[in-house]
């Protein structure tokens, strides 16, 4: 399951909070979203960047100057700015 559906499915009974099921989305506190699997992430601008790597990150914090990919710049900022 992809990002891209997993709002559909999770609401129709896809896995809760809790679930042992691997989620293929997951929120790092203060850091990146990682994602598991294929993706097809838009950026800000409109642009699609694809990823097949087995886990990807994307920024969250805006400072990466890799965007839409995280390239670690979150770890230097204030911890109470981060998101
Ligand atoms: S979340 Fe890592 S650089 Fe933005």
Known sequence: ???RDAGS????GGATA???ESPDVV???GGPLL?????VVQD???SAHRTTRPVSA???CGKSATKPWCDGTHK???????P
């Not at 499915?9 to 129709?12: K, L, Y």
């Not at 230097?76 to 981060?82: A, D, F």
């Open 58 to 60: 994307v920024c969250r």
């Open 44 to 46: 800000e601008d409109g």
């Open 27 to 29: 929120v790092c506190p």
């Open 35 to 39: 994602l598991r699997g294929d993706h």
């Open 1 to 3: 399951m992809s990002a």
């Open 76 to 82: 230097v900022i204030p911890e109470k700015l981060r």
């Open 9 to 12: 499915a999770r609401g129709a």
């Open 18 to 20: 809790g679930s042992s």
